[in-house]
């Protein structure tokens, strides 16, 4: 499968953003689907991922009650909405996939998008 992220942009704390990432081919309600970021200078880290169905989701502690993963199998796309975001979540921001019944390890999604960039100045 592949990915394209988009959504990014400049924000000012305590606002909003929607990311969405658009997948290629017809078997997208096959993947588990999960967003990643990286911060400059650190390490890629969870964000958050997705059911195949949309039915369930699971978050980083750090967007817990802030961010909202859902996907649209029939637009094949997947969405991020972001909400209070903080200086902290500035980061570029990859959506990924997995062919699996659900992810128990970030190191499981093998597919990647490029990244977008979202900036939250304070």
């Known amino acids: 499968v592949q990915l394209q992220a988009s959504g990014g942009g400049l924000v000012q704390s305590g606002g909003s953003l929607r990311l969405s990432c658009a997948a290629s081919?017809?078997?997208?309600?096959?993947?588990?689907m999960g967003w990643f970021r990286q911060a400059p200078e650190k390490e890629r880290e969870f964000v958050a991922q997705?059911?195949?169905?949309?039915?369930?989701?699971y978050y980083a502690d750090s967007v817990k009650g802030r961010f909202t993963i859902s996907r649209g199998n029939s637009k094949n796309t997947v969405y991020l909405q972001m909400n209070s975001l903080k200086p902290e979540d500035t980061a570029v921001y990859f959506c990924?996939?997995?062919?699996?019944?659900?992810?128990?390890?970030?190191?499981?999604?093998?597919?990647w998008g490029q990244g977008t960039l979202v900036t939250v100045s304070s």
């Open positions: 990924a996939a997995v062919a699996a019944y659900w992810a128990t390890s970030p190191q499981q999604f093998d597919s």
């Open positions: 997705i059911s195949r169905s949309g039915a369930s989701t």
């Open positions: 081919g017809r078997t997208f309600s096959s993947y588990v």
